[in-house]
């Protein structure tokens, strides 16, 4: 059993540790991206370094043993990568992969069970196997005396500045020594100049104090830089500097070696990286979740509490002697609103991450099952930036990861079937975000084989889900994959085919007030839409009565409110409807949704109807009557409410009174089950 101290400690050191898997794994795609290019950005595994030495201190002082010996064992491959002495390859690039789900399991058990008993002999035998199989760089020292390089200038470099100089060598780059002093009043600034500017047309291999002489009020160095660059470029970046000398070093080229390994030049970390990481790390402070969701729970409660006020001053001018203080009231409770209004800005801004962060992940999953279904495809991404809540991004992460196995499996073809016919060999899976209004729109598109809608349909009557006779579109049908256990693979694989899973992502993106449409099309691949919104915390909401019972509904789900005799409505096919702007509306009645009791609503004169709806989809709710507009913090709902389609969780109005918060997406998908089935 963990102490208080120990514990803190152990969710302290979680947080970082998933953070360190997180930049290792997005640095190990970037690194398979350029696996086949002249130039691979060094900096790229000096990164993944880095974050496998500072997992094995952290997990070290906490004894969690095999999470430090794993990470200490893919330290020393990574450093026999970083100085030549292992080959970029794909056997190496798997076994980091490798490494790195390893160490996901391990942090996974040592958050669930608060131990990392985990077998880790298999990874550390791969990593073994990959460090003894190449040998190759190992004759860098060789290399580099027959370089006729000046022992002066290799004599004062490090065993990596060595390997980066050698790499620089092979690539047949120019290589420069720059001498420059710095006065010590600007030392830093003028540092960061520099080193900025010679790292967009190079590579710094080294920055060295001089010996000899310096000035009396500053300091001297000497820069090793390698580029592709004439002399006359390097001179323009150095120029702002009077003190600046360069001077080419001459070698004699590389005989009789192999094609460099690419890992060349790219842009260089100079110094001014370190330092802006440092200063960063005072700026950044690691917030649990749970204590934003209660923050977020204040501010709603504030917001209440600025409703009721408003409520009263509203009473105090209906008095006429209380005029003149209702009007002090109305200019406090102006300053608070204003001010609230900031502080909820603040608090939803804090929770909003870039979904970038599951992209991210996804692009390892793509990787490893598609090479266990032995098929070549390439995963695209766009959109990384766009920014949702932290709570609806973690949701999300289920979801989209079964439609990408479902396309792994179900959508791309194998290589020898996409040949035959007429398609590149590899396929493709584009994942794209961008933000529409108060919505989020996540598109999964792949160019596979298409669904076969036909064939969804016999396998649903051959499962008794829709009868032989029964009329469907072809939305309603393709609609079907997502009924729990429906799949129309004829085996089941390691990957799907259990018909398992894509209505676990149905399930979830409804849970989260969002919406999934399916666009296919034979032959040429099958597009997923997924539309949510930006945040779950605080929302604005409108406020609806129906019957004796008050309703809200998220306003970024609401279109326009309308109010039209009864004589509007119109019955096509035993479904109500309305025609609005040439098209053709249908309309569910909220009170016979939920069969509420009271007076049927099909007696009023004058129906009031909210028009709500996700990215096209779009349906009229018939209420009773309008009151408010209010901002509510959704709640969720008990057992008893919870399973009941079109409610999406409770909320508390200023008056202290109860409501249920409706779910726009469920409704629209039971008024068209019932239209279905009528």
């Not at 391990?106 to 002999?121: F, H, S, T, V, Y």
């Amino acid at each position: 059993m963990m102490d208080s101290n120990q514990q803190k400690a152990t969710i302290e050191f979680l947080a970082e540790g998933e953070e360190i898997l997180e930049g290792i794994g997005n640095n190990l795609v970037h690194l398979e991206e350029g696996i086949g290019s002249a130039r691979i950005n060094p900096e790229i595994i000096n990164g993944i370094f880095r974050g496998a030495h500072s997992l094995k201190g952290l997990s070290g002082m906490l004894g969690f043993t095999k999470v430090s010996e794993l990470s200490h064992n893919l330290e020393n491959m990574l450093d026999s990568l970083r100085l030549g002495k292992l080959k970029l390859a794909p056997p190496v690039l798997d076994c980091l992969f490798e490494s790195l789900d390893t160490l996901n399991g391990l942090i996974l058990k040592i958050g669930e069970e608060g131990n990392d008993d985990l077998p880790i002999e298999d990874a550390l035998a791969r990593i073994e196997a990959v460090l003894h199989a190449d040998t190759e760089g190992a004759q860098e020292e060789s290399l580099l005396k027959t370089c006729n390089i000046s022992p002066a200038v290799i004599e004062v470099l490090t065993e990596y500045e060595e390997h980066r100089l050698l790499a620089n060598i092979e690539q047949g780059d120019h290589l420069y020594k720059i001498r420059i002093s710095f006065d010590l009043a600007t030392f830093d600034q003028d540092l960061q100049k520099l080193t900025a500017g010679l790292s967009e047309i190079g590579e710094i291999i080294t920055t060295l104090p001089s010996t000899g002489d310096s000035p009396e009020s500053g300091i001297q160095f000497t820069l090793i830089v390698g580029s592709q660059e004439e002399q006359e470029k390097v001179v323009s970046v150095i120029s702002a500097f009077e003190s600046a000398e360069i001077e080419e070093i001459n070698y004699a080229p590389v005989k009789d070696s192999e094609p460099p390994t690419p890992t060349e030049t790219a842009p260089a970390r100079g110094s001014e990286n370190f330092v802006s990481d440092i200063k960063g790390l005072t700026r950044t402070v690691r917030v649990d979740i749970g204590k934003l969701d209660h923050l977020m729970n204040v501010v709603g409660e504030l917001i209440q509490s600025k409703d009721i006020l408003k409520a009263n001053i509203k009473t105090l001018r209906q008095a006429e002697a209380q005029a003149g203080l209702a009007n002090s009231f109305h200019q406090a409770v102006e300053v608070l609103e204003r001010k609230l209004t900031e502080l909820q800005d603040g608090v939803l801004e804090v929770r909003m991450i870039p979904i970038g962060q599951i992209f991210n992940r996804l692009n390892r999953i793509v990787r490893k099952l598609s090479h266990d279904a032995g098929k070549q495809i390439r995963f695209a991404t766009s959109g990384e930036d766009t920014e949702l809540d932290k709570m609806v991004i973690e949701e999300l992460a289920d979801p989209l990861m079964h439609i990408i196995r479902n396309a792994i499996d179900h959508g791309i073809e194998t290589p020898e079937v996409r040949k035959a016919a007429g398609k590149q060999a590899e396929g493709t899976i584009e994942l794209r975000a961008y933000q529409e209004g108060n919505h989020v729109i996540i598109e999964v598109e792949e160019d596979g084989a298409g669904i076969d809608v036909k064939k969804i349909r016999e396998k649903a009557i051959e499962k008794g889900l829709v009868e032989e006779d029964e009329s469907m579109t072809e939305e309603e049908t393709l609609n079907l994959i997502f009924l729990p256990g429906f799949s129309t693979a004829e085996k089941v694989s390691e990957v799907s085919g259990r018909g398992v899973g894509m209505d676990v992502a149905k399930k979830n993106i409804t849970l989260l007030g969002g919406m999934i449409d399916i666009d296919t099309e034979p032959g040429e691949g099958t597009l997923f839409t997924i539309t949510l919104p930006i945040t779950l915390a605080i929302i604005p909401a409108l406020i609806v009565q129906c019957t004796d019972q008050i309703f809200a509904i998220p306003l970024n789900a609401v279109t326009e409110n309308l109010i039209l005799p009864r004589q509007s409505i119109q019955t096509i096919e035993q479904r109500e409807v309305i025609k609005l702007r040439g098209r053709t509306l249908p309309l569910i009645r909220l009170q016979e949704a939920f069969r509420l009791p009271g007076d049927n609503s099909r007696s009023m004169e004058k129906s009031h109807i909210v028009v709500a709806g996700l990215a096209e989809k779009k349906i009229g709710i018939i209420v009773d009557d309008f009151l408010d507009k209010q901002e509510i913090v959704i709640k969720a709902v008990g057992r008893t409410l919870k399973g009941i389609p079109g409610i999406a969780g409770a909320t508390e109005l200023g008056d202290k009174q109860a409501v249920l918060v409706l779910d726009v997406g469920a409704l629209i998908e039971e008024a068209t089950r019932k239209a279905v089935a009528e």
